[in-house]
């Protein structure tokens, strides 16, 4: 373990070394900040430690579809150009499987406003449901919708491009170097407290997560940002044969999702609604039981697929699973906040570090966030964000 020494100041102390936390330290340094980016462990070893992450525009809400359709256009497929770094992109599609007349009335309002917002999407009947995912039987939905521009890739690239970028801009980054607090100086600035030493900052940006929560208590500011475990299984080695490449496939009923690794396995995941909230991150085999459930009506073929191995990682969940983004107002120092994506982080963190960037230097951002403000939870409800495609 090596711990290296905290700068004495820096303009920006980003709290968090995930994809958020990396890529909002690359785009501050980019544009001149000197920044110190502090992580209580190793780079990427929260919730963006999970080995494949979906990218989609594909929303209801306009916000999170203009920061998904930035950030798959922008950053995920020129990725390697830009950021010197392999992030294995399968741009193989994502499908949502919709099995009532509810769904697919929102979901194909939800195609028309993507498709006015420049995403390639659209509902698609049975029959094609079946020919882009030869699992699903075109009898076991009423349609789906579907998005060629999405797919997925692997977080830990993402990470590695973010933070090379920004060293190379300067910014610092410490692992191993939790804050313990953060308190006021005279001059209005922060002093973070860390077991490395103290470090004086002009702003602190909080990315930390499903620690989010946590970390705000620190600042004085109320983030309603909770960790939830969420968990997904492998199939064994050969045990699919040789798969057909088929897009990320999400049921919206069930949020049981399953998608191609590699050329001889498949991912399945499901999201237990009866998960109570915490850091728990162990994989328990009898979860599995939810997703062969749920496959015994979607994809059959898939229900009794052996699995050779599984993995539990945190949501960082909000009241409305919505991210909040933006900064604390009436506080003793500068205290900006992108958390509590709810499992939307890894696909909006690079438009996110444009926001927050912009947010710090008092520019408006290349899309309102302002309705993403955590002040939206003081408001007895009538603020809350809305969306329809949440996993």
């Given amino acids: ?10 303009d920006v102390a980003v709290i968090g070394g995930g994809v958020m936390g990396t ?9 001149g900040a000197s920044v110190a980016l502090l992580e209580k462990q190793t780079l990427g070893c929260g919730s963006s430690a999970k080995p494949i992450g979906g990218f989609r525009a594909q929303f209801s809400d306009e916000t999170n579809i203009a920061l998904g359709l930035r950030s798959l256009t922008e950053h995920l497929l020129p990725f390697r150009r830009r950021y010197g770094v392999d992030i294995d992109l399968v741009q193989c599609g994502y499908l949502f499987l919709l099995t009532d007349e509810q769904q697919v009335e929102g979901y194909a309002a939800a195609a028309a406003l993507q498709r006015s917002m420049g995403v390639d999407s659209a509902v698609v009947d049975p029959a094609e449901v079946h020919r882009l995912n030869p699992y699903v039987p075109a009898g076991s939905v009423l349609a ?12 830990a690239g993402m990470i590695r491009g973010f933070a090379d970028l920004a060293r190379r801009h300067g910014a610092t980054m410490h692992e191993y170097t939790p804050v ?26 909080i990315a930390a997560g499903a620690w989010s929560g946590e970390v705000g208590a620190l600042a004085g500011i109320d983030l309603p940002v909770r960790p939830l475990r969420r968990q997904l299984a492998f199939t064994a080695p050969g045990a699919a044969g040789t798969p057909p490449l088929i897009p990320f496939t999400l049921d919206a009923a069930t949020t049981g999702y399953f998608h191609n690794v590699g050329p001889d396995r498949l991912l399945f995941g499901f999201a237990d609604q009866a998960e109570p909230e915490g850091f728990g991150t162990d994989w328990d085999e009898g979860w599995l039981a939810g997703f062969r459930a749920f496959a015994a009506e979607r994809a059959p073929e898939l229900a009794a697929m052996p699995v050779e191995s599984g993995w539990a990682g945190l949501y960082e969940m909000t009241p409305d699973r919505n991210a909040v983004i933006g900064e604390a107002t009436g506080g003793a120092f500068r205290t900006l906040y992108a958390a509590g994506f709810s499992g939307h ?7 996110v570090g444009e926001v927050v960037a912009d947010l710090y230097a008092g520019r408006a951002p290349f899309t309102d966030v ?11 409800g009538a603020g809350l964000a809305h969306e329809l495609a949440v996993i």
């Fill in 1 to 10: 373990m090596s711990v290296t020494a905290l700068p004495t100041r820096v």
């Fill in 23 to 31: 890529s909002i330290a690359a785009r501050l340094a980019e544009n």
């Fill in 144 to 155: 789906g919708q579907f998005s060629p521009m999405a797919g997925h890739l692997r977080p």
């Fill in 180 to 205: 313990s607090g953060i308190t006021a100086a005279a001059d209005g600035e922060a002093l973070l407290h860390t077991p490395a030493g103290e470090m004086r900052a002009g702003a602190v940006v």
């Fill in 345 to 351: 982080g890894v696909l909006q963190s690079p438009a």
């Fill in 370 to 380: 302002s309705r993403f403000s955590a002040d939206r939870f003081s408001g007895g």
